[in-house]
């Protein structure tokens, strides 16, 4: 009996490639999640450069507050999937077009937060700006107070006092005026950013609803597998039935092959020992 099996090592091919398929969605499970990683140390800078430069960027409060309340709560989003145990030791892929799009996401936030940091102006040194106008504007006053009132030395020019003032007001008004400006700028910077946030969060929860798919589909991979391994292992017990049948039955025609033998050299003798009684009588 040959012990070639077609059906058994068609299972086995198959088996093999059930195999390889799990290894290469494990192998790309941890490159993405190296790149996950990746991310929420961006995100955790992106997060501190915020922090760190508030104080001088001229914008709403609350608006900056926002953005770093949503940089966090992207990075636990980010650590929440980066711990999950499914994610961790079983889902295998995650489309590569996706996690690319997340990074250019995050590239592009950086890049917003560096032209809001570049273009800061300091809320102190406008402040002191500002007071040194004021206080000129402020002694001018008190020279033209105290000519009035003749408690003053002479004035030999008020017109000049009165231009001083009038530029220092003006230079306090286009000074406020470019801070609105600038100001409305950076507001339209944070909107933006506030925006693509939103859209990173909504990309990331969509990934996730993707590593359950991917994580079914492992799932019935491993299925097949073992009912793969079950169908070989239930081939290997039929094909030992059979040789075992086989060799009972070989060994049974054995048997009767000798005792036939035996039998007909008994009767062989049986008809010798006749026939010679029939001589003798």
Same mark, same amino acid.
């Given at each position: /009996? ?36 990746? &991310?929420?140390?961006?995100? !955790? ?5 915020? $922090? ?5 960027? +001229?914008?709403? #409060?609350?608006?900056? #507050?926002? &953005?770093? $309340?949503?940089? $966090? ?16 030791? !079983? ?22 937060? *560096? ?6 102006? $300091? ?13 000129? +504007? ?15 030395? &002479? ?27 600038? *100001? ?20 990331? =929860? ?36 059979? /040789?075992?049948?086989?060799?009972? !039955?070989?060994?049974?025609?054995? =048997?009767? /092959?000798?005792?036939? =033998?035996?039998?007909? =050299? ?16």
């Amino acid at each position: /009996m040959s012990t070639f099996d077609p059906a058994y090592s068609q299972l086995l091919d198959t088996n093999q490639e059930l195999r390889s398929e799990l290894q290469n969605e494990i192998s790309n499970n941890k490159s993405n999640e190296k790149k996950i990683c990746f &991310l929420v140390k961006e995100l !955790e800078q992106c997060y501190q450069t915020i $922090s760190l430069q508030d104080n001088t960027i +001229i914008a709403h #409060e609350k608006e900056v #507050e926002k &953005l770093k $309340s949503e940089i $966090s709560d992207l990075r636990k989003q980010l650590r929440i999937l980066q711990q999950d145990k499914k994610f961790k030791d !079983e889902v295998g892929s995650i489309q590569d077009g996706r996690i690319i799009e997340l990074e250019n996401k995050v590239e592009r936030l950086k890049a917003r937060i *560096r032209i809001l940091i570049d273009k800061k102006i $300091s809320i102190n040194a406008l402040d002191m700006a500002t007071a040194d106008l004021i206080g000129n +504007i402020n002694r001018g006053l008190d020279r033209i107070e105290n000519h009035i009132k003749g408690a003053g030395t &002479l004035l030999p020019n008020p017109i000049n006092i009165l231009d001083g003032i009038r530029g220092s007001l003006n230079t306090i008004q286009v000074t406020l005026q470019n801070a609105t400006t600038e *100001r409305d700028q950076y507001q339209n910077i944070l909107n933006e950013t506030n925006e693509r946030e939103q859209v990173l969060i909504q990309q990331l =929860r969509d990934m996730r609803n993707e590593n359950l798919r991917f994580q079914q589909l492992l799932d019935e991979f491993r299925a097949q597998a073992e009912r793969t391994v079950r169908e070989r292992d239930n081939a290997q017990g039929e094909r030992d039935l059979a /040789m075992l049948a086989y060799n009972n !039955e070989r060994q049974e025609s054995r =048997r009767w /092959m000798f005792s036939y =033998r035996d039998k007909d =050299r008994r009767v062989q003798g049986l008809l010798r020992e006749k026939f010679a009684k029939q001589l003798l009588y």
